[in-house]
């Protein structure tokens, strides 16, 4: 079975500064979906990645999947307590886009 | 459009009690699924459907029963609650578009 790592399991970053979650997986990655949690609520969709080297951007986050289609990552431009939250990213094992296997989560902190 | 909708929200039952979460959705999404979220553990697919009447079993479907009788419904039965059974719950659809979530429900069991 397909196995998700994010790193870093945490982050605590000021207002302003950059910073990049990664997401690597186990398997050759068919679609990679990024979500963010606020806490107590559902996730929300980010961003899908299908094809190796592929990078899209949607306001101040960009994500990116790489030549071998193995790793992910999302970058966060300028920081801000917006944010913050849990960021999780999502596989499926080849057209099936209803059943992913997720990673255990990245907990953003945005300090003021 | 309300989306996915998840009731109820909080949830406390005794070991051995049933009950039913529902989730409904209004897109006419013909895939729907539900995980569950526990601490270190993330998000792992409990069961999933694929249409009306037809439904299969993700990576943790012990102790969970489902149905889809209807494309806008997929309720998730726990027959008998177990301590191990408390997490947060989350139903999700899809068509030919990412999962959609709800907004999840906190089930606890004494």
């Known amino acids: 079975s397909q196995e998700l790592e994010q790193s870093p399991q945490s982050l605590i970053v000021q207002e302003g500064k950059n910073l990049t979650i990664n997401c690597t997986s186990s398997k050759t990655l068919y679609g990679l979906y990024w979500y963010k949690q606020k806490y107590g609520e559902g996730l929300i969709f980010l961003m899908m990645?299908?094809?190796?080297?592929e990078e899209k951007s949607h306001e101040k986050i960009t994500a990116k999947l790489d030549e071998k289609k193995q790793q992910s990552s999302l970058h966060i431009t300028a920081s801000q307590p917006s944010h913050a939250g849990i960021y999780l990213c999502?596989?499926?094992?080849?057209?099936?886009?209803?059943?992913?296997?997720f990673g255990k989560g990245t907990l953003l902190t945005v300090n003021p | 459009n309300a989306g996915v909708t998840q009731t109820p929200k909080f949830q406390v039952l005794k070991t051995g009690q049933s009950m039913t979460l529902q989730c409904a959705q209004d897109m006419n999404h013909e895939y729907m699924s539900w995980y569950r979220q526990d601490p270190g553990m993330g998000l792992r697919l409990i069961h999933y459907s694929v249409g009306a009447g037809i439904t299969d079993q993700g990576e943790v479907p012990n102790g969970y029963n489902v149905s889809r009788s209807t494309t806008e419904d997929f309720p998730l039965r726990l027959l008998s609650a177990a301590p191990s059974q408390t997490s947060v719950y989350f139903c999700?659809?899809?068509?030919?578009?990412?999962?959609?979530f709800g907004n999840g429900t906190r089930l606890t069991v004494t």
């Open positions: 990645l299908q094809k190796g080297g």
């Open positions: 999502g596989a499926d094992s080849g057209g099936s886009n209803y059943k992913l296997t």
């Open positions: 999700a659809s899809s068509g030919n578009s990412p999962l959609h």
